[in-house]
Nanobody
């Protein structure tokens, strides 16, 4: 059974930082493209950052220079370091594993507010 479990969300002031983690079981991370998505009520889920199994990374324009995705295949984890957070970053953040077949975590809430 495949499980992706996100952690690290919470409430942070504008300009602050959070580090999200996604721990996986039931799959071999090194075979998968791993990504973080986010979603706000009434909007479509959007891609935030992605890292392929070959190590290349890409980011949404809205987070470039502020967010960093990293993966530790030995630990079956992927992280999202989020700096200089803005109120518009408020969303539920989801971990995704994709190798043709996709798996999703349950999401973790990030709220950026003073």
């Amino acid at each position: 059974q495949v499980q992706l479990v996100e952690s690290g969300g919470g409430l942070v002031q504008p300009g602050g930082s959070l580090r999200l983690s996604c721990a996986g079981s039931g799959i071999i991370f090194s075979f998968y493209t791993m990504a973080w998505y986010r979603q706000t009520p009434g909007k479509q889920r959007e891609l935030v950052a992605v890292t392929t199994n070959r190590g290349s990374v890409n980011y949404a324009d809205s987070v470039k220079g502020r967010f960093t995705i990293s993966r530790d295949n030995a630990q079956n984890t992927v992280h999202l370091q989020m700096n200089s957070l803005k109120p518009e970053d408020t969303a539920v953040y989801y971990c995704n594993a994709d190798r043709g077949m996709e798996y999703w975590g349950q999401g973790t809430q990030v709220t950026v507010s003073s």
